[in-house]
């Protein structure tokens, strides 16, 4: 593993407009229309390496990756100032995913891209 170096940005207008950014990660820019409802626009990217056990996949060193890219808005409602639930939507801009395994003297490589397509998540967040 090699460090990634980030660009962090936390700003707003002391009143109802935020923007945050952890680049390469993400990027999300907010509009508070009430206390209780935000509105936002959010950019995220996601990855991960898996490696996976050759005894039960063969070969030396298997492995899987996989990076995501989505853009969409994003509606947060607030219950309690600790307790919020959180609608998301939008478009996958990349979902890729590539599987490698050393077997001898060959390393096998296989990646498969799968079609961009629009998404709803729903999710729950306790905390600020």
Request: glycine share 12%; no cysteine; hydrophobic share 35%.
């Amino acid at each position: 593993p090699l460090p990634l170096p980030v660009i962090a940005l936390d700003w707003n207008n002391g009143s109802n407009l935020k923007a945050q950014a952890i680049i390469p990660a993400g990027l999300e820019f907010w509009y508070m229309m009430s206390p209780r409802f935000e509105l936002g626009l959010v950019l995220t990217g996601d990855g991960n390496e898996y490696h996976g056990d050759p005894d039960r996949y063969g070969g030396e060193n298997p492995k899987m990756k996989y990076s995501t890219l989505t853009i969409g808005p994003s509606l947060k409602y607030r219950f309690t100032p600790t307790l919020s639930v959180l609608v998301d939507g939008g478009y996958t801009l990349l979902r890729t995913f590539e599987f490698t395994n050393d077997i001898g003297d060959t390393e096998v490589e296989e990646t498969l891209d799968l079609k961009n397509a629009a998404y709803v998540r729903i999710g729950f967040q306790i905390g600020g």
